[in-house]
Structure formats: C-alpha cells, structure tokens
C-alpha cells in the first residue's frame, strides 16, 4: 500500500498541530519545518479545513488548530479522506478489464490486505501517533 505525499503532508500537519495544541502554527511556520512547499501546503491545509479537521483563523493571532481533539480524529478516516482512491489495483476501480478476471483469485487476496491495513489505520487515533508531550519537541518551532 501506498499513500500519496498528499496524504502524508496531511498527517503531518495533523500531528505538528496536535503536538503544538497550545497555540496557533501558520502555514508558513509548518511548511519551513518540514520543507515543505508552502503552495503546495495549503492546499493539503485547505482539504483538512474543509473535511473538519482543521480550523484556520485569519488576521493577527490567526493560524490553524484542531477541530477536534486528537483522540477523536482516526488515522483511517484522515486516509480515506484525502487519497483519491483506495485501488490497488486496476480492476479494484470502475471500467478496468482484465482478461485474467473470471479466474482470477489475486482481487480477493489485495482486498483482504487492503481491509486489514485499514484497519490498523482505523484503530489508531491522531493521539496515539503524536505520543507524550516530552516525546513532541521535533514537532515543536524553534523560533
């Protein structure tokens, strides 16, 4: 299983959020820890805000927060959320034609795996993958 580096950036602004819960990060502070694209972030920002998330005030003091504490927001959802699908491969989608289909077993075998692994993703929590707070200063500013 694969996940897009858009999904990635979304677990990561997630989790840099949780692990600063005490104040408002930017986009900007987040983009420049973790080198990432600000363009690029905002757009990641802009989906968590839209899906609920992640809330984003504007002006002076503004930034972004949780908008739900991290031990309600599920790995599993986040992924399903922002990957634009889940197929393995092509047949899992709509109109894929394989010749191998009619006797084929390896759809079954990639869905099972497929279940499984979303299953430990459902089973972890934002909480869970930030960890103690002793553990959070990588994810802590240092300006």
């Known amino acids: 299983m694969h996940i897009?580096?858009?999904t990635d950036?979304?677990?990561r602004v997630l989790m840099f959020l949780a692990a600063n819960e005490h104040r408002r990060p930017t986009i900007k502070e987040i983009s420049d820890t973790f080198g990432i694209s600000r363009n690029h972030l905002m757009k990641v920002v802009n989906a968590l805000i839209r899906e609920g998330f992640v809330q984003g005030m504007?002006?002076?003091?503004?930034g972004l927060r949780l908008a739900q504490p991290p031990a309600q927001i599920r790995i599993?959802?986040?992924?399903?959320?922002m990957e634009p699908g889940l197929n393995l491969v092509e047949c899992f989608g709509t109109g894929?034609?394989?010749?191998?289909q009619p006797g084929?077993?390896?759809?079954?075998?990639?869905?099972?795996a497929l279940e499984a692994f979303m299953a430990q993703l459902d089973a972890a929590t934002l909480a869970d993958i930030v960890?103690?707070?002793q553990h959070q200063v990588m994810f802590v500013a240092t300006t």
Not at 58 to 62: A, C, N, T, W
């Open 104 to 112: 084929c077993r390896l759809t079954g075998v990639l869905s099972r």
């Open 9 to 11: 950036y979304a677990l």
């Open 76 to 81: 599993g959802t986040v992924v399903r959320v």
């Open 4 to 6: 897009t580096q858009h």
């Open 96 to 100: 894929g034609e394989c010749l191998l």
């Open 58 to 62: 504007r002006g002076r003091g503004g």
């Open 131 to 133: 960890g103690p707070r």
